[in-house]
């Protein structure tokens, strides 16, 4: 396996349901970002990871709980979302001080009904 | 507010022309300003990117124009061919930060054979 991995690919959960999404990234890089990916919206930073130290929360409501256990792997824990949180989940790495730019995985298609 | 402003939404483009998409920023302390690409199923990958120390930037049929006292820059694909439908971002970050970038809302090019 190379490059950023993301499971699942898709998921369908309930307003009252609680899932977990992963990304495990194989480049030894150092820092780690969740982005929500909203159609016809921009790019949205949701959480920042260097070296497994969350940086950054932007302003993400509470029923998303990153965790970052190591360098190469990140979760988001998910519980009593709102339809509205249903978009494309996308984890992506980048080595501090190294090559510039995000290695993004493939993200997880959600959707909360 | 949106700091990166990305346009057109949408592109239809024949075979062999010219695909140009526009960016403009309003913060001067961005400086780094990266292409991503998005194809469907796929995360964005970085396509290429410019310093605002130089205008002009090509690789391949790719070539990023920048023009930093009008605050924006642009992206120009020479001679599309139908594999280049994707979706295109810009994106920018400010001061050495690699780890946050602003996203434009992408436009979703498709070139017609």
């Known amino acids: 396996e190379t490059g950023v991995t993301q499971t699942p690919r898709h998921l369908v959960m309930g307003m009252t349901n609680k899932k977990s999404l992963k990304c495990e990234q194989h480049?030894?890089?150092?820092?780690m970002y969740w982005y929500k990916q909203s159609a016809k919206k921009p790019l949205e930073l949701m959480f920042v990871?260097?070296?497994?130290?969350?940086?950054e929360n932007n302003s993400v409501p509470s029923r998303f709980s990153p965790e970052c256990p190591n360098s190469s792997h990140l979760f988001l824990h998910l519980h009593t979302l709102q339809p509205e949180d249903s978009a494309l989940y996308l984890c992506?790495?980048?080595?501090?001080?190294?090559?510039?730019?995000?290695?993004f995985g493939s993200g997880t298609r959600l959707t909360v009904v | 507010q949106q700091q990166v402003k990305q346009s057109p939404q949408s592109l239809i483009v024949q075979k062999g022309g010219i695909s140009i998409i526009n960016c403009a920023y309003e913060?001067?302390?961005?400086?780094?300003f990266p292409w991503y690409q998005q194809f469907p199923g796929k995360g964005p990958a970085l396509l290429i990117a410019?310093?605002?120390?130089?205008s002009e930037k090509k690789e391949g049929r790719f070539t990023i124009s920048f023009n930093k006292s009008a605050k924006q820059f642009s992206l120009h694909i020479m001679d599309s061919q139908p594999g280049d439908s994707a979706t295109y971002f810009c994106?920018?970050?400010?001061?050495?930060?690699?780890?946050?970038?602003?996203f434009g809302s992408g436009t979703k090019l498709n070139v017609k054979p």
């Open positions: 990871y260097n070296f497994k130290e969350q940086t």
């Open positions: 992506a790495s980048s080595q501090e001080g190294g090559v510039i730019g995000y290695t």
């Open positions: 410019i310093r605002p120390d130089v």
């Open positions: 913060n001067t302390a961005f400086d780094y």
């Open positions: 480049l030894g890089h150092n820092a």
């Open positions: 994106a920018a970050s400010k001061g050495g930060n690699f780890n946050k970038f602003y």
